[in-house]
């Protein structure tokens, strides 16, 4: 059974670095043309897709927050580490990870972690 | 504002047949598969619909996916109380994922 979950911090402080872990279970980060994606939801509206890696260390952002986000992962630990910078109060939201397949499956969330809501207020 | 257009609300009475629309552009959904998540209330989503009109293992026949040029639509037949949810489409778009804006389906 494929299962991810997130973790990290219920509460960043503007201006602050935020730093989720997604660790998986049921699959290798190590499986070729298996990846790992990070998506957001700010509550109350719609998913933002946030960034991708798969096991050859092929890497994707989202435009508009390329210069912000890092993502990496640790194979040994079966951990994908997401990395936001500069963190502002509309980034409020909550953060889920979830396996993808190769392209053309780029789109394909399945399964979904249960996600983790992080508030960014001072 | 999403880049992928879809109807901020839809409804329909159990039994009926409601469609979902999905609208992009010839870099998205013209180009791409489009995918289908349902999330029901205060949970994560989940996959419904993959490669325009195929059903994960486990969602009923009740839904079925389609598209044509650079729109999709989301299908649900038989409608029944728990299929009360918000829907997003998801495609592939050149470098990117993008999501639709989603749309609550309120069963009547």
């Known amino acids: 059974q494929v299962t991810l979950k997130e973790s990290g911090p219920v509460l960043v402080k503007p201006t602050e670095t935020l730093t989720l872990t997604c660790t998986v279970s049921?699959?290798?980060?190590?499986?070729?043309?298996?990846?790992v994606s990070w998506i957001r939801q700010p509550p109350g509206k719609a998913l933002e897709w946030l960034a991708h890696i798969f096991s050859n260390d092929e890497k994707s952002y989202s435009t508009s927050l390329k210069s912000r986000l890092t993502i990496s992962k640790d194979t040994s630990k079966s951990q994908v580490v997401l990395t936001m910078t500069n963190m502002d109060p509309v980034d409020t939201a909550t953060y889920y990870c979830?396996?993808?397949?190769?392209?053309?499956?780029?789109?394909?969330?399945?399964?979904w972690g249960q996600g983790t809501l992080v508030t960014v207020s001072s | 504002q999403s880049v992928l257009t879809q109807p901020p609300s839809a409804s329909g009475t159990p039994g009926q047949r409601v469609t979902i629309s999905c609208s992009g552009s010839s870099s998205n959904i013209g180009s791409n598969y489009v995918y289908w998540y349902q999330q029901l209330p205060g949970t994560a989503p989940k996959l419904l619909i993959y490669r325009n009109n195929q059903r994960p293992s486990g969602v009923p026949d009740r839904f079925s996916g389609s598209k044509s040029g650079t729109s999709a639509s989301l299908a649900i037949s038989g409608l029944r109380s728990e299929d009360e949810a918000d829907y997003y489409c998801a495609a592939w778009d050149d470098s990117l994922v993008v999501f639709g804006g989603g749309t609550k389906l309120t069963v009547l």
């Open positions: 979830a396996r993808i397949g190769d392209y053309p499956d780029y789109a394909m969330f399945d399964p």
């Open positions: 049921g699959f290798s980060l190590s499986n070729a043309r298996m990846g």
